[in-house]
């Protein structure tokens, strides 16, 4: 079982939106609404933004929103934060794997 | 309150076995699939493997079936994770998580456990 694919980095200025993909197939993020959102600060264990697609944790800022398009999972953070400047990873139920779960390659989100 | 707590830093040599935990505590430890995950110095998250402490039901990612054990202790509410024979290539933290649904999302992790294998 691969990792989901998303993109190395993605910047933006303060106040801006950005958007990180997660592309995977129709044996997990295009085939189940099974996709989750994690946040990682250098040294601290990964926080859930987003769970299944679009639901956010009580806690999680509303600046924070899921969404999915076949087999492209999407987190948009709008109006950028410096504290925002993390490590990305999604992760979905999978069919391909005993397992049944598998994480995305991770994105840096740099606050310009 | 649910709480994951995680054993301390481990320092090992190449050949030598090791047992890390994590003890869950706060909310029904039977009830939840308690999954480990490794991340590589400045690399992403793994998930290795997941166990069901009610029946001990255990799933493996292929990348390491083979090569590390999972088990749980329900009587003391502990999830474990397991080498034989630890390579250099085992150096990583490692992380518990307790999955909140058949979705394998995850609300609550453990702090992690730094294991550094080196000769």
């Known amino acids: 079982q691969s990792a989901l694919t998303q993109p190395a980095s993605v910047s933006g200025s303060p106040g801006q939106s950005i958007t990180i993909s997660c592309t995977g197939t129709s044996s997990d993020v295009g085939g189940y609404n099974y996709v989750s959102w994690y946040q990682q600060h250098p040294g601290k264990a990964p926080k859930l933004m987003i769970y299944?697609?679009?639901n956010r944790p009580s806690g999680v800022s509303n600046r924070f929103s899921g969404s999915k398009s076949g087999n492209t999972a999407s987190l948009t953070i709008s109006g950028l934060q410096a504290e925002d400047e993390a490590d990305y990873y999604c992760s979905s139920y999978t069919s391909s794997s005993t397992l049944g779960y598998v994480f995305g390659t991770g994105t840096k989100v740099t606050v310009l | 309150e649910v709480q994951l707590v995680q054993s301390g830093a481990e320092v090992k040599k190449p050949g030598e076995s090791l047992k890390i935990s994590c003890k869950g505590s706060?909310?029904?430890?039977?009830?939840?699939?308690i999954g480990w995950v490794r991340q590589m110095p400045g690399k992403g998250l793994e998930w290795m493997g997941i166990i069901y402490p009610g029946d001990s039901d255990t799933r493996y990612s292929p990348s390491f079936q083979g090569q590390v054990t999972i088990s749980a202790d329900k009587s003391i509410s502990t999830a474990y994770l397991q080498w034989s024979s630890l390579k250099a290539s085992d150096t990583a933290m490692y992380y518990c998580?307790?999955?909140?649904?058949?979705?394998?999302?995850?609300?609550?992790w453990g702090q992690g456990t730094l294991v550094t294998v080196s000769s």
């Open positions: 299944e697609v679009s």
């Open positions: 706060g909310y029904s430890f039977t009830s939840y699939w």
């Open positions: 998580a307790r999955l909140d649904s058949y979705s394998g999302y995850v609300v609550y």
